[in-house]
């Protein structure tokens, strides 16, 4: 089985330029999360999909946070404008319809916002 | 309030000693999950263990074992014989038994020393 797949490895951008990650689940999983982890943090949930519908995103800076799902498949999350603070790594995440059983990590995204 | 210590920040053990990593949690509920995350240098997270709260049993596998506690709320990790390849930041996590509220610890650097 193939594992998550994210892209770029990695991001360096100057403050307010945007960025945009994208994200290929594993084939069938129905749920998709997008976590932002910063050094020394454990992954703090942004925004939660079931197929292409938002279940969660209350954690979403929303301001200058997007995510989108289409076709409940790959996903994008921008940010735009980026700010210093907006320094992680940017981990999605999937798993299948019963969610308690864990999820399946992606390599992340290492963005450096300088 | 949903929360998960992990008091250890780092730990250097040598190569083949034993090494235990401790979680604490705090939850407002009677049933939940208790999860187990490896993080490589290469960044995934990697799934090791879901533990039910009504399931007290521990649990091992291989080289890696589990002691959960209800009365603690602890959820104890035991690497008998660590080696080179264990070294990694290892997560521990809760969730409500549908899997959407899921929370982190900050993680605990273990470096194994050859």
């Known amino acids: 089985e193939a594992g998550v797949a994210q892209s770029p490895r990695y991001k360096i951008i100057e403050k307010r330029q945007s960025v945009a990650f994208w994200c290929n689940p594993i084939s069938g999983h129905a749920t998709l999360y997008w976590y932002q982890q910063i050094l020394g943090q454990g992954p703090k949930l942004l925004i939660q999909f079931q197929n292409n519908g938002v279940v969660d995103d209350s954690q979403l800076p929303k301001d200058r946070f997007s995510a989108e799902r289409l076709k409940g498949v790959d996903s994008t999350l921008k940010i735009q404008p980026a700010k210093l603070e907006d320094s992680a790594v940017y981990l999605c995440?999937?798993?299948?319809?019963?969610?308690?059983?864990?999820?399946?990590f992606g390599s992340g995204t290492r963005l450096t916002v300088v | 309030a949903q929360k998960v210590t992990q008091a250890q920040t780092e730990i250097s053990v040598v190569e083949k000693e034993d090494v235990t990593l401790d979680c604490v949690y705090e939850t407002r509920d009677t049933t939940y999950y208790l999860f187990w995350y490896k993080q490589p240098p290469s960044g995934e997270l990697v799934f090791l263990i879901r533990r039910n709260s009504f399931d007290e049993q521990n649990e091992i596998s291989g080289r890696y074992s589990w002691n959960f506690q209800k009365s603690t709320s602890s959820f104890n990790f035991t690497i008998t014989a660590s080696q080179v390849v264990d070294s990694a930041v290892y997560f521990c996590a809760l969730s409500d038994l549908t899997g959407n509220q899921f929370y982190f610890g900050t993680g605990t650097s273990l470096t194994v020393i050859p």
């Open positions: 995440a999937s798993s299948p319809r019963d969610r308690a059983y864990g999820y399946t």
